[in-house]
């Protein structure tokens, strides 16, 4: 019984990691102008009320919580990846140390702007960031776009129910990672949260996007595109069709977180 539940904590770990590692890189930047999700509507009757907390209480005691020791799950992660996706990128990036620190310290990152970077060392583009144009005529080359499209197809590939109940059955070991990144008394799931807005809010933007050269890179001449932080421009330079795709599926996961 212990190995079967280690086995299932495993492959929910690896969901999570997969969605997050997936949300950390693809989640590479921000939206200024993409629509808000509505706010579901709130119920003032005293018997809708009691009827909507029944309904929580019974959603959570039918998820069955299990445990996870951070330090010695990534060999079943490992193994038990190539049963979540049927995408073979899934697997190559999940050969990596610590996927639910990874997962939790990147999630941390884009909630606060930064970029995931560091974290995620299991994905690199095959080519150069590529611009096109000259002196004063810079842009972003859409031909430079595709190196992400591997993203964008393994996240957007996630069932996104079952990927939020995996993630609710393993909480209690991605807050023991979120509590040992130096956050003892909050919780990781506000975190998750606001690093789905920060991704939102990426403008999704189909023309030229002009560009100023600098000393040993570029930026944006668009004064707004330009003060978005770290982790939105990744994901904007990803380009629009990727950032169209991976926005919608951080849409379906917060609505059903």
């Not at 639910?100 to 999630?107: G, L, N």
């Not at 992400?148 to 990927?163: I, K, P, R």
């Not at 609710?168 to 606001?194: C, I, M, N, W």
């Amino acid at each position: 019984m212990e190995e079967s539940k280690k086995v299932k904590i495993a492959a929910l770990s690896a969901i999570i990691l997969v969605v997050a590692l997936v949300i950390v890189y693809f989640i590479f930047i921000r939206d200024s102008g993409a629509p808000e999700l509505e706010p579901s509507e709130v119920v003032t009757q005293e018997s809708s009320e009691s009827e909507g907390e029944e309904a929580v209480s019974s959603e959570s005691e039918a998820i069955d919580v299990l445990s996870v020791e951070l330090d010695k799950s990534d060999g079943l992660v490992r193994e038990l990846v190539g049963q979540l996706s049927s995408h073979p990128d899934l697997a190559r990036w999940l050969v990596t140390e610590d996927v639910i620190r990874k997962f939790v310290a990147a999630v941390d990152n884009i909630a606060n702007g930064h970029s995931p970077r560091h974290q995620i060392d299991f994905f690199k583009p095959g080519t150069e960031f590529l611009v096109e144009g000259g002196p004063g005529d810079f842009s972003m080359d859409p031909a430079g776009f595709a190196r992400y499209n591997a993203v964008a197809d393994v996240f957007s590939s996630l069932d996104s129910a079952g990927t939020v109940r995996l993630y609710r059955q393993v909480t209690p070991a991605v807050q023991e990672a979120y509590k040992d990144l130096g956050y003892p008394e909050e919780r990781f799931h506000a975190s998750l949260v606001r690093a789905i807005d920060e991704l939102l809010q990426v403008p999704v933007i189909t023309g030229d996007v002009l560009l100023e050269e600098k000393i040993k890179s570029f930026a944006f001449a668009d004064a707004e595109l330009e003060a978005m932080s770290q982790a939105q421009k990744h994901l904007f330079r990803m380009g629009p069709q990727n950032v169209r795709t991976i926005q919608t599926k951080l849409r379906e996961l917060k609505t059903l977180l």
